[in-house]
């Protein structure tokens, strides 16, 4: 089968061929592998959303398969970063909570 790949800026569209040329990133054309496996190397120069979309077609023509997958590049540092802030502050609650019961709330005389 030949695969061809396409990345597409996701800027909203309804539909993937909604302005298909304007939003290609990269277009590697079809094409069979000895390997049946498509590699290829892309520097994003932005950070964003993008559509990934890979299409394998018989021979003849009449089968074809179409692989869609959004993703996000230069945005897992902020998600991990916030993600590590909010859990770090848990776990600091967490610690308060627990010394404050463990060892102050003990020290109290009782009335």
Do not use: C, W
């Not at 520097?43 to 959004?70: C, H, M, W």
């Not at 230069?74 to 770090?88: I, M, P, R, S």
């Amino acid at each position: 089968m030949a695969l061809e790949i396409r990345i597409l800026r996701n800027v909203g569209q309804k539909d993937d061929s909604e302005n298909m040329d304007a939003n290609t990133q990269i277009y590697v054309a079809p094409k069979k592998y000895k390997t049946d496996t498509l590699n290829f190397d892309y520097d994003f120069k932005q950070q964003g959303n993008f559509i990934g979309l890979v299409k394998a077609r018989s021979d003849d023509g009449t089968k074809e398969y179409i692989s869609r997958f959004p993703f996000a590049v230069g945005e897992t540092a902020n998600k991990n970063f916030y993600t590590a802030v909010v859990l770090g502050a848990a776990g600091l609650v967490g610690f308060g909570l627990y010394y404050k019961h463990a060892f102050i709330d003990k020290k109290k005389p009782s009335a």
